[in-house]
Nanobody, 122 residues
Framework: QVQLVESGGGLVQAGGSLRLSCAAS????????MAWFRQTPGKEREFVAA????????NYADSVKGRFTISRDNAKNTMYLRMNSLKPEDTAVYYC???????????????WGQGTQVTVSS
């Protein structure tokens, strides 16, 4: 089992920045590929960014490419999402996930955090 806990969400004005963290604990969490997803009410959870187990490879949704940066520190068992130039449409609950496959598909991720709210005001 792997436990994931997100933090760092909050309210920010458009154009501002936030950094989300995802602390992992449990069974060898640093061998898993990890990702960030987000969800707004009434919509499906959507892919934001993914990083492979070593941190050497990353992948981003087109909507956040160039503004968001995913990273991980395996020594600290923590993944991050640096979000710059935030837009009101980035408002969502952000979830971190861990799984054995590196993909954009929610079905490929076994472990999920509880989510952290990000609200961007215009």
């Amino acid at each position: 089992q792997v436990q994931l806990v997100e933090s760092g969400g909050g309210l920010v004005q458009a154009g501002g920045s936030l950094r989300l963290s995802c602390a992992a604990s449990g069974r060898t969490s640093n061998i898993y590929n990890m990702a960030w997803f987000r969800q707004t009410p009434g919509k499906e959870r959507e892919f934001v960014a993914a990083i492979n187990w070593s941190g050497a490879s990353t992948n981003y949704a087109d909507s956040v490419k160039g503004r968001f940066t995913i990273s991980r520190d395996n020594a600290k068992n923590t993944m991050y999402l640096r979000m710059n130039s935030l837009k009101p449409e980035d408002t969502a609950v952000y979830y971190c996930a861990a799984g054995s496959r590196w993909s954009r598909d929610t079905n490929d991720y076994t472990y999920w955090g509880q989510g952290t709210q990000v609200t961007v005001s215009s």
